[in-house]
């Protein structure tokens, strides 16, 4: 018990400012910190198949400006839970849309490839960002992978927090994520999680990652609770789809999902390539028609067997 109190305490003096940047991921030599260079060359080539994939599922040919890493990975205040934040700069001009169209578009895209891709580098997660080569990024620091240079080196600072708002909006997230849980609210939990990404982001935007809304969200997510809501979201999910499958999809629906799945994975592996988004959505027609199951759930039920046999 004594152990679990000071994890605890521990925990809620986040963020910890190190005297060094992460040890997994950074070196100094005589010219500075240089990111690690077995790093360095996994996040280029994320970066390179991701702008495969935007070619070969949504017919988008885009060139990369750079490719930079920004957050807490970045800074003095790294934690085991900081994640890379990987940005893959663009110009949204060579697009034929609006700028706000293409990041609404590149938003949608990049959550779908982190959700069904897991990478981790030195047991740090990486998140896939797609930015305009115009945007201004609050970060207390940035790093071309691309250039292999700091664009902004961190600083050494004395942070200013509101302890006790941090500490007061920690607690109310927790007890109103503990709430839900117990009490199975989908529909509330969905627009807590919602709520949360958009709490943290209106504090990027306003006083980047030292903002109160950031350290929050953070500390949420180190001690467990982030986790622990999506959870709960993903169980009463896969409750409800055990009813609806017993109830209404028809016998063999389930073996066909894993039938199709494994053959799409088993492409992957022998072409080292993703199929053509026209073959897969014939695919998955075919098996709405088939079962006369709602392409929606057929696309969520391939995705999730595919989520399940790359994590192997």
Known sequence: MEKHSQRKRWKMNYPLYRDNLCPKMWHMDEDGYKLDQEVRKMLLKVATDFVKSLKQDHELNIK?????????????????????????????????????????????????????????????DVELYVQDIEHEAVSTAEYSVLNDKWIKEPVKQKPNFNKKLIKRKYKEYKN???????????????????????????????????????????????MGHLDKLKDGINKIYDKKMSVKEIAIIPSGYKKEVLRVANSI???????????????????????????????????HDIARALHNLRKK
């Open 265 to 299: 994975y088993n492409y992957e592996m022998r072409t080292q390539s993703q199929i053509e988004q026209a073959d897969l959505e014939n695919i998955l027609n075919l098996l709405s028609k088939r079962f006369n199951v709602n392409i929606d759930d057929v696309h």
């Open 64 to 124: 990369i400006h750079d490719l930079v890493i920004i957050g807490s990975v970045a800074n003095y205040n790294w934690t085991d839970y900081s994640d890379i934040d990987l940005h893959i700069v663009v110009d949204f001009s060579d697009l034929e849309m609006t700028k706000d169209d293409a990041q609404t578009m590149f938003d949608a895209i990049k959550t779908s490839w982190n959700f069904k891709h897991d990478i981790k580098m030195k047991g740090h």
């Open 176 to 222: 109103q994520i503990n709430s839900l849980v117990k009490n199975k609210d989908e529909v509330k939990l969905k627009k807590l999680l919602e709520k949360l990404y958009k709490y943290r982001q209106a504090g990027l935007d306003k006083g980047g990652e030292l903002s109160e809304e950031n350290i929050v969200f953070k500390i949420l997510r180190a």
